[in-house]
């Protein structure tokens, strides 16, 4: 029986090499007979004790059995590749979360010492005077601009002038996005009177707004629609401002006043007595205290709300008109005495001032010094701004430990620059022009042009310092 089989197999292999004989004598020439012939004589090596016994070909089925992986080994590698990616991803992960952490652990010392008075970036050294031709004016107020304020995201600039409107401006194309008009005496939800001061809260949620009527309005920035507005003063509203990081606003008065209201609550919440003449400027940061100037009684206070004491200060030799804190510990005043100085809470003397900052006007015997009309700070920097009618807008430098001030470049702006703000990035400046002193008529410039200067602020190639 065995022998039978073995003979039928040899004889079933013999007619397949025929076939295969036959079949290789019509290649097409095209390498698919080849490929073909080539598994016939795997199949029939595998069936053929003769050619299985060959040690040649048996070696080179090891070697290609060898190179084929099977499922399982398909599916072993598949995972260690997987395997592998994942620990990859989760590498990098790491890097990024301790990477994200050093910023936090950053941004959290930079937290401290801000709150401290004690965060200094020194950039006045890298910036450089811009090319008169890159400076904007946006003319849309009848009347002197009075003040304005720059939303956070740097986008839009609201202003206000003596014509009783508000307008919004969008910051790149420098076009009017919205006009709050003002009405006719005894119109409920608009200005009637000069507007002398604005606000806007660290949000953007609220814009307020304070006038000689002794109202202060409460806008929406983003539709310009009237909220409410508040009253209690008994003169002109002379200042405002919202304390950092909440909806608390402060206001100053010519009645001699500081009110603190709630505009979430759209409350009062109390007053603070302690000038001696109209109170002039205002402005407050992230800790529950402001500052004020009080005009002629030459003094510029610090108000602690929660210990409710204040500290006085004296040095200026006239009304102290504006005043702008740099950080928590240290701000900048002007007044019509002609003077710029800088201050620390921890000293009652300015730390430095300069006097006669914008030059003298008048013949000779009788020179005056140019008013200081309005001062602006870049927050936590050694970089301020000051503004008068002497055709410019002067950039000053604050020297180690602020003493000393010295004078980076002047831009030339024509008219009385009545108010002026740094964009939070540092990026621009703006200023207020008008004809005529924001709070009065003593003089008037014909040739200037009411409205904003928008001037850009270039900084050299170089990475900015920080003192700590």
């Keep these: 029986m065995s022998s039978f089989f073995i003979k039928k197999k040899l004889v079933s292999s013999a007619t ?9 004598n019509t290649d097409d020439g095209k390498g698919r007979s080849k490929r073909f012939s080539k598994r016939m004589n795997e199949e029939i090596s595998s069936d053929s004790e003769n ?26 590698r598949l995972a260690k590749l997987y395997l592998d990616q994942l620990r990859e991803e989760e590498d990098k992960k790491a ?96 200005h009637t009177a000069h507007i002398l001061c604005m606000a806007i809260s660290s949000d953007g949620k609220y814009l307020a707004s304070g006038d000689m009527n002794k109202h202060i309005m409460i806008w929406d920035p983003e539709t310009c629609k009237h909220l409410f507005k508040f009253t209690g003063h008994r003169g002109a509203i002379s200042g405002l401002a919202f304390r950092r990081g909440t909806h608390t606003l402060y206001s100053a008065s010519h ?23 109209a109170i002039t400027g205002l402005d407050c940061l992230s800790r529950e205290r402001c500052v004020t100037t009080g005009g002629r009684d030459r003094t510029v206070r610090v108000w602690k709300i929660a210990e409710e004491s204040q500290l006085v200060f004296h040095g200026h030799e006239g009304s102290i008109d504006c005043v702008q804190l740099i950080n928590e510990e240290h701000m900048v005043t002007g007044g019509d005495d002609g003077a710029v100085s800088i201050w620390t809470v921890n000293k009652k003397k300015p730390l430095s001032s300069v006097k006669q900052a914008h030059g003298v006007r008048g013949s000779a015997g009788l020179e005056q010094p140019y008013w200081v009309s309005s001062v602006a700070a870049l927050h936590n920097s050694d970089t301020v701004a000051s503004g008068s009618h002497n055709s410019s807008v002067q950039l000053w430098k604050c020297g180690q430990g602020f003493r000393g001030l010295e004078l980076l470049f002047s831009v030339p702006v024509n008219g009385f620059v009545n108010s002026l703000k740094f964009s939070n990035s ?3 400046l703006v200023a207020g022009v008008g004809q005529e002193h924001r709070l009065g008529r003593w003089w008037r410039i014909k040739e200037a042009k009411n409205g904003l200067y928008i001037i850009p602020l270039k900084r050299q190639a170089k990475e900015q310092e920080v003192v700590q």
Excluded: M
């Excluded at 397949?16 to 290789?24: C, E, I």
């Excluded at 299985?52 to 090891?62: F, H, I, L, M, T």
């Excluded at 994200?100 to 006045?124: H, M, P, T």
């Excluded at 910051?171 to 005894?186: C, L, P, T």
């Design 426 to 428: 540092g990026k621009f």
């Design 255 to 277: 009645d001699r006043s500081i009110k603190v209201w709630s505009v979430d609550e759209n409350a009062y919440v109390e007053t603070l007595f302690g000038h001696q003449d």
């Design 95 to 190: 890097e990024e979360e301790s990477f994200e952490a050093d910023l936090i652990a950053g941004r959290l010392q930079e937290d401290v010492l801000e709150q401290k008075g004690k965060l200094q970036r020194l950039i006045a050294k890298e910036l450089i005077a811009p090319d008169p031709a890159e400076i904007r004016l946006l003319r849309g107020h009848k009347l002197p601009v009075t003040c304005l304020v720059i939303t956070p995201d740097e986008k839009h600039i609201f202003s206000a002038s003596k014509d009783c409107s508000i307008i919004k401006w969008d910051v790149e194309s420098g076009k009017k996005v919205q006009k709050i008009a003002g009405g006719r005496k005894g119109t409920e939800d608009c």
């Design 16 to 24: 397949n090499k025929g076939d295969l004989k036959r079949k290789s």
């Design 51 to 76: 050619e299985s016994a060959d040690p040649g070909r048996k070696q080179q089925e090891n070697e290609e059995d060898e190179i084929e992986e099977t499922a399982q080994e398909k599916k072993l």
